[in-house]
């Protein structure tokens, strides 16, 4: 029988010791990345980190902020790892701020390594 994929994470998070709240919010951005996948006809052995970047654009666009970008990253990276799923990351993400700025100008970046 085939795992649920978001129940496998759930398992490695818990398994790893991972606080509650990081649960949460992980578990939070996994269930929203698949609805992700789910309007776009994909499945999990299908994406690309093409698709991962784009999910990430959407979450800007919706206000996401730097910080919260930063964590959605490392919350989907992780969540792929756990279900055996490897893209070649060739993106990273950077967090720039520049605190005698105005706060419009703080942002994330995504660059190739």
Request: proline content about 4%; hydrophobic content about 40%.
């Given at each position: 029988?085939?795992?649920?994929?978001v129940?496998?994470?759930?398992?490695?998070?818990?398994?790893?010791?991972?606080?509650?709240?990081?649960?949460?919010?992980?578990?939070?951005?996994?269930?929203?990345?698949?609805?992700?996948?789910?309007?776009?006809?994909?499945?999990?052995?299908?994406?690309?980190?093409?698709?991962?970047?784009?999910?990430?654009?959407?979450?800007?666009?919706?206000?996401?902020?730097?910080?919260?970008?930063?964590?959605?990253?490392?919350?989907?990276?992780?969540?792929?790892?756990?279900?055996?799923?490897?893209?070649?990351?060739?993106?990273?993400?950077?967090?720039?701020?520049?605190?005698?700025?105005?706060?419009?100008?703080?942002?994330?970046?995504?660059?190739?390594k």
């Amino acid at each position: 029988m085939e795992s649920d994929p978001v129940e496998v994470f759930r398992r490695k998070l818990e398994l790893r010791n991972k606080s509650p709240h990081t649960q949460k919010a992980y578990l939070a951005t996994v269930k929203k990345f698949m609805e992700f996948l789910g309007k776009r006809k994909k499945t999990l052995g299908e994406i690309t980190e093409e698709d991962v970047e784009e999910f990430l654009y959407l979450l800007k666009v919706e206000g996401a902020s730097p910080s919260s970008l930063r964590r959605h990253f490392y919350a989907v990276k992780a969540f792929l790892e756990a279900n055996k799923i490897q893209l070649a990351w060739k993106l990273s993400l950077i967090h720039i701020s520049e605190p005698t700025r105005p706060l419009y100008i703080s942002y994330a970046v995504f660059c190739l390594k």
